[in-house]
């Protein structure tokens, strides 16, 4: 489709692996971000196999495996004695791979960003461009841009993340929901972690209104956590606000030694309020459509807001490189809608369920869910074993 233009708003996770796929159709496209730069807020992300089978299948496989860690195990442990409640095998024999056909990954988020950009060789990629607003018109749509600049399209796509400016054209302004839980997110080199039993797996260790998530990244050298404490409300205005290392600390008071130790020997200076969208009532409009945490922001205590926008993009770019069979711009952009909708919405859920469960008070309670984690991976198949190329309905007329 020589003439067909896609505009990006967002080079983040999402816009970058949208380039990518749209690239693979032949379909032209131009990515606008904000930044001066790539960066990424945040440390590390975690990728499972629905996520990096499609980096893959992009090509990204073996810079992707250079840059990142596979963690041993996915380990749950009480949050006192630090007793194993869990341990289903990631790396550890090729289990996880084995079960759901691609690696699990955790990675710098600097060095994805990095990684997904280089192999664009920079093509289409506009930094600088902070987007103010869009006009949509029946034969295409205007983007405007803070530096002055414009650029019409026939297709807009807000990959622009949880503050979405694309959002409210699409479905009007609509305000995030606090999760309830806030986190602390820090760094830490291994060695500073004596008190850590095994710094290889993927590790949660879960208690009374609180969790700790941890893996490493960067060779396995460090160790990248997020901090979770339930707090009855959030007042700012904010999402982010500063706040002594002692908040962290005094709030896992008690705790196994190993988790006190981690976000004490941090220099953590800011709590996050984990905040989600409550399902859009629509994801696109006539010429412009949402993906990502612009669609569909979750709290991130399954890991998968970047593994969904990742399936997203890839959706978007099937039915957008199938628009001829669709008919027009606009049916291509439902059927998108209609096979990521259920999903997401799915995954959100689970999101927050998980936190729930982590942070059972001790008792019969969370015996009963000692026992159904023995099982994890059953219950994970249908997030992780997940392919969305496999999942492109057939195009209509096809043989
Ligand atoms: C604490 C925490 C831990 C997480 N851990 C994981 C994890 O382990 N695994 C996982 O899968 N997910 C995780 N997530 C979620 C994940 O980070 C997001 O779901 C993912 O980054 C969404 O990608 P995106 O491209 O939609 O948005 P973003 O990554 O937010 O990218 C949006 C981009 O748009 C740009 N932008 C914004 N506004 C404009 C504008 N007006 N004009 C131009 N550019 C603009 C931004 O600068 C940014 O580059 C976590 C989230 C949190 C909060």
């Not at 981690?262 to 309020?273: F, L, P, Y």
């Not at 049916?331 to 209609?338: D, I, W």
């Amino acid at each position: 489709m020589p003439d067909f233009r896609v505009a990006v708003v967002g080079g983040g996770i999402g816009g970058l692996v949208l380039a990518l796929a749209l690239r693979e159709h032949g379909i032209s496209f131009e990515i606008y971000e904000q930044a001066e730069e790539l960066r990424e807020i945040g440390a590390a992300v975690a990728l499972s196999a629905n996520g990096t089978r499609e980096l893959r299948r992009l090509g990204l496989g073996d810079q992707l495996e250079a840059i990142s860690v596979v963690p041993s195990a996915l380990v749950i442990r009480r949050w006192d004695t630090g007793e194993i409640i869990a341990d289903p095998p990631i790396g550890r024999d090729g289990a996880y791979e084995a079960s759901f056909g691609a690696p699990f990954f955790g990675v710098h988020r600097v060095a994805l960003l990095q990684a997904l950009a280089g192999r664009l060789s920079g093509e289409g990629l506009r930094l600088g461009h902070r987007c103010l607003g869009i006009e949509e018109r029946r034969s295409g749509v205007e983007v405007h841009f803070a530096n002055g600049a414009s650029a019409v399209a026939d297709v807009v796509v807000g990959a622009d993340g949880v503050h979405s400016v694309i959002r409210p054209h699409v479905v009007g302004e609509v305000r995030g929901r606090f999760s309830g839980t806030i986190g602390y997110r820090g760094l830490v080199a291994v060695e500073h972690l004596p008190s850590l039993p095994d710094p290889t797996p993927l590790q949660f260790w879960a208690g009374p209104g609180r969790h700790l998530l941890h893996y490493a990244i960067d060779g396995g050298r460090t160790i990248n956590f997020l901090a979770v404490v339930r707090v009855p409300e959030w007042t700012s205005a904010a999402w982010m606000e500063e706040c002594a290392v002692s908040d962290a600390v005094e709030a896992f008071a008690g705790w196994h030694p190993a988790v006190t130790e981690m976000i004490g020997a941090t220099d953590i200076g800011s709590r996050w309020a984990l905040h989600d969208l409550a399902p859009l009532t629509r994801w696109h409009s006539d010429r412009v459509v949402l993906v990502g945490d612009a669609a569909h922001t979750m709290v991130p205590h399954q890991g998968q807001g970047a593994n969904q926008t990742i399936e997203d993009t890839i959706v978007l770019a099937d039915c957008l490189a199938d628009l001829r069979t669709w008919g027009n711009v606009c049916s291509a952009l439902s059927r998108y809608e209609e096979r990521r909708r259920e999903r997401t919405v799915a995954v959100q859920w689970l999101s927050r369920r998980t936190a729930d469960l982590m942070h059972l008070p001790d008792g019969p309670q969370s015996a009963d869910r000692d026992e159904q984690l023995a099982d994890l991976y059953s219950e994970l198949a249908w997030i992780h074993s997940y392919d969305a190329h496999a999942a492109r309905a057939p195009a209509v007329g096809a043989a």
